[in-house]
Protein backbone atom coordinates (compact mmCIF):
# COMPACT_ATOMS: atom_id res chain seq x y z
CA UNK A 1 0.00 0.00 0.00
CA UNK A 2 3.06 2.20 0.82
CA UNK A 3 4.40 2.03 -3.00
CA UNK A 4 1.03 2.56 -4.21
CA UNK A 5 0.92 5.66 -2.30
CA UNK A 6 4.30 6.51 -3.40
CA UNK A 7 3.52 5.94 -7.00
CA UNK A 8 0.80 8.36 -6.86
CA UNK A 9 2.45 10.93 -5.28
CA UNK A 10 5.51 10.47 -7.88
CA UNK A 11 2.76 11.20 -10.08
CA UNK A 12 0.75 14.02 -8.83
CA UNK A 13 4.36 16.08 -8.35
CA UNK A 14 5.21 15.07 -12.14
CA UNK A 15 1.84 15.91 -13.80
CA UNK A 16 1.71 19.32 -11.47
CA UNK A 17 4.76 19.92 -13.01
CA UNK A 18 3.86 19.48 -16.60
CA UNK A 19 1.20 21.31 -16.34
CA UNK A 20 1.55 24.51 -14.27
CA UNK A 21 3.34 27.59 -15.40
CA UNK A 22 6.17 28.12 -13.36
CA UNK A 23 4.97 31.45 -11.51
CA UNK A 24 6.87 30.20 -8.22
CA UNK A 25 10.42 28.91 -7.28
CA UNK A 26 10.92 25.27 -6.67
CA UNK A 27 10.27 23.99 -3.13
CA UNK A 28 12.39 21.23 -1.49
CA UNK A 29 12.22 19.46 1.58
CA UNK A 30 15.86 19.38 2.19
CA UNK A 31 17.27 22.21 0.12
CA UNK A 32 19.35 20.79 -2.66
CA UNK A 33 22.01 22.89 -4.89
CA UNK A 34 20.31 25.27 -6.61
CA UNK A 35 20.40 29.16 -7.46
CA UNK A 36 16.75 29.05 -6.77
CA UNK A 37 15.11 29.88 -2.77
CA UNK A 38 15.23 27.14 -0.87
CA UNK A 39 12.20 25.74 1.44
CA UNK A 40 13.51 23.51 3.87
CA UNK A 41 12.20 21.37 6.96
CA UNK A 42 13.46 23.91 9.64
CA UNK A 43 11.97 26.98 7.45
CA UNK A 44 8.76 25.10 8.21
CA UNK A 45 6.43 27.14 5.97
CA UNK A 46 2.80 25.83 6.31
CA UNK A 47 1.71 27.54 3.19
CA UNK A 48 4.04 24.97 1.07
CA UNK A 49 4.45 21.96 3.34
CA UNK A 50 3.02 19.68 0.87
CA UNK A 51 3.58 21.89 -2.34
CA UNK A 52 6.92 20.72 -2.84
CA UNK A 53 7.96 20.17 -6.62
CA UNK A 54 10.31 17.09 -6.24
CA UNK A 55 9.08 13.47 -5.46
CA UNK A 56 12.23 13.88 -3.34
CA UNK A 57 11.49 15.86 -0.84
CA UNK A 58 8.31 13.86 -0.63
CA UNK A 59 10.50 10.50 0.35
CA UNK A 60 13.00 12.72 2.18
CA UNK A 61 9.45 13.92 4.76
CA UNK A 62 8.02 10.29 4.94
CA UNK A 63 11.93 9.00 5.77
CA UNK A 64 12.19 11.47 8.67
CA UNK A 65 8.59 11.26 9.63
CA UNK A 66 8.77 7.70 10.35
CA UNK A 67 12.40 7.60 11.87
CA UNK A 68 11.15 10.31 14.65
CA UNK A 69 7.92 7.96 15.09
CA UNK A 70 10.34 4.62 15.24
CA UNK A 71 12.63 6.76 17.19
CA UNK A 72 10.18 7.76 19.99
CA UNK A 73 8.10 3.76 19.94
CA UNK A 74 11.83 2.56 20.92
CA UNK A 75 12.12 5.10 23.22
CA UNK A 76 8.61 4.92 25.18
CA UNK A 77 7.61 1.51 24.28
CA UNK A 78 7.47 0.75 27.84
CA UNK A 79 5.33 3.23 28.61
CA UNK A 80 1.60 2.34 28.77
CA UNK A 81 0.04 6.21 28.38
CA UNK A 82 2.85 6.30 25.43
CA UNK A 83 1.51 3.60 23.62
CA UNK A 84 -2.34 4.37 23.89
CA UNK A 85 -1.98 8.07 23.16
CA UNK A 86 -0.10 7.08 19.88
CA UNK A 87 -3.02 4.67 19.20
CA UNK A 88 -5.45 7.48 19.99
CA UNK A 89 -3.39 9.59 17.45
CA UNK A 90 -3.64 6.88 14.66
CA UNK A 91 -7.71 6.86 15.24
CA UNK A 92 -8.13 10.34 15.49
CA UNK A 93 -5.75 11.68 12.30
CA UNK A 94 -7.76 8.74 10.36
CA UNK A 95 -11.06 10.23 11.41
CA UNK A 96 -10.33 12.99 10.34
CA UNK A 97 -9.41 12.23 6.80
CA UNK A 98 -12.68 14.18 5.12
CA UNK A 99 -11.86 17.11 6.57
CA UNK A 100 -9.98 18.45 4.25
CA UNK A 101 -13.07 17.84 1.33
CA UNK A 102 -15.36 19.53 3.70
CA UNK A 103 -13.33 22.28 3.90
CA UNK A 104 -12.76 22.92 0.38
CA UNK A 105 -16.17 22.64 -0.08
CA UNK A 106 -17.05 25.37 2.38
CA UNK A 107 -14.45 27.43 0.86
CA UNK A 108 -15.24 27.12 -2.59
CA UNK A 109 -19.36 27.21 -1.57
CA UNK A 110 -19.89 24.38 -3.88
CA UNK A 111 -19.14 20.97 -4.32
CA UNK A 112 -18.72 20.54 -8.07
CA UNK A 113 -16.38 17.65 -9.08
CA UNK A 114 -17.21 15.40 -6.19
CA UNK A 115 -18.66 12.27 -6.25
CA UNK A 116 -22.18 12.08 -4.24
CA UNK A 117 -21.52 8.24 -4.38
CA UNK A 118 -17.97 8.42 -3.02
CA UNK A 119 -19.61 10.11 -0.25
CA UNK A 120 -22.47 7.36 0.18
CA UNK A 121 -19.42 4.75 0.03
CA UNK A 122 -17.28 6.38 2.78
CA UNK A 123 -20.44 7.10 4.55
CA UNK A 124 -21.74 3.12 4.69
CA UNK A 125 -17.87 2.07 5.52
CA UNK A 126 -18.00 4.48 8.26
CA UNK A 127 -21.24 3.62 9.62
CA UNK A 128 -20.45 -0.26 8.83
CA UNK A 129 -17.70 0.00 10.71
CA UNK A 130 -18.81 1.89 13.48
CA UNK A 131 -21.34 -1.03 14.42
CA UNK A 132 -18.36 -3.53 14.21
CA UNK A 133 -16.54 -1.73 16.41
CA UNK A 134 -19.48 -1.53 19.17
CA UNK A 135 -20.32 -4.94 18.71
CA UNK A 136 -16.96 -6.36 19.28
CA UNK A 137 -16.28 -4.04 22.29
CA UNK A 138 -12.95 -2.93 21.25
CA UNK A 139 -11.05 0.22 22.83
CA UNK A 140 -13.26 3.09 23.36
CA UNK A 141 -11.34 4.96 21.01
CA UNK A 142 -12.28 3.25 17.99
CA UNK A 143 -15.92 3.76 18.04
CA UNK A 144 -14.94 7.39 18.93
CA UNK A 145 -13.29 8.03 15.94
CA UNK A 146 -15.43 6.10 13.73
CA UNK A 147 -18.49 8.16 15.18
CA UNK A 148 -16.11 11.43 13.86
CA UNK A 149 -15.85 10.04 10.50
CA UNK A 150 -19.72 9.18 10.27
CA UNK A 151 -19.91 13.17 11.72
CA UNK A 152 -17.80 14.58 8.51
CA UNK A 153 -19.56 12.31 6.42
CA UNK A 154 -22.96 14.05 6.61
CA UNK A 155 -21.65 16.83 7.21
CA UNK A 156 -20.11 16.41 3.78
CA UNK A 157 -23.84 15.23 2.19
CA UNK A 158 -25.11 17.92 3.70
CA UNK A 159 -23.02 20.28 1.61
CA UNK A 160 -24.27 18.65 -1.51
CA UNK A 161 -28.10 19.90 -0.71
CA UNK A 162 -26.87 23.25 1.06
CA UNK A 163 -24.26 24.29 -2.23
CA UNK A 164 -25.56 24.47 -6.01
CA UNK A 165 -23.65 22.64 -8.20
CA UNK A 166 -23.52 23.55 -12.26
CA UNK A 167 -23.11 19.85 -12.82
CA UNK A 168 -23.98 16.50 -11.49
CA UNK A 169 -21.36 14.01 -10.12
Not at 37 to 52: E, G, K, P, S
Not at 57 to 83: D, K, N, Q, R
Not at 89 to 96: G, Y
Not at 115 to 125: A, D, K, P
Amino acid sequence: MNFAMLAMIKLCVDVKNKTIVKLSKDRHFTGGASNLVHHTLRDFDLDFFWQWTDFQSYVECMLFVTAIGSAALYVFSPSYWFVEGLGLFAVLSESLLGVPQLLRNFKQKSTEGMSVNMVLMWTSGDTFKTCYFIVKKVPKQFPAGAIMQVIVDILIMMQVFCFPSSRPA
